[in-house]
């Protein structure tokens, strides 16, 4: 059974640092999507930062120079390092690990997903 298990949200004040964890477990597949989603009170859950197995790495506009995404498949956990905080990055932050496709795209709309972890930014 898959299992993905965030960590490491909390409240900090604007230009604080937080570093958030998914530990993943179940996965038997080795070519897998990763990334972090992210959804504020009534919004759309919005795509943060993914990598896929190509190692290729997308962030969303707002955060590109302020978060980075990694990995460490030894640990099978995910990271987010999100440094310059804003109040605008309040929400809860997802995990999500999905196969990637016969056409090398990652299919998020079929994703495994976490719980989620809030971070919350006073300004």
């Known amino acids: 059974q898959v299992q993905l298990v965030e960590s490491g949200g909390g409240s900090v004040q604007a230009g604080g640092s937080l570093r958030l964890s998914c530990v993943v477990s179940?996965?038997?597949?080795?070519?897998?999507?990763m990334g972090w989603f992210r959804q504020a009170p009534g919004s759309q859950r919005e795509r943060v930062a993914t990598?896929?197995?190509?190692?290729?790495?997308n962030y969303e506009d707002s955060v590109k120079g302020r978060f980075t995404i990694s990995k460490d498949n030894a640990k099978n956990t995910l990271y987010l390092e999100m440094n310059s905080l804003r109040h605008e990055d309040t929400a809860m932050y997802y995990c999500?690990?999905?196969?990637?496709?016969?056409?090398?795209?990652?299919?998020?709309?079929?994703?495994?997903w976490g719980r989620g972890t809030q971070v919350t930014v006073s300004s």
């Open positions: 999500a690990a999905v196969p990637i496709d016969w056409r090398w795209s990652c299919p998020w709309d079929r994703a495994d």
């Open positions: 179940g996965y038997t597949y080795s070519a897998n999507c």
């Open positions: 990598v896929a197995p190509t190692k290729a790495v």
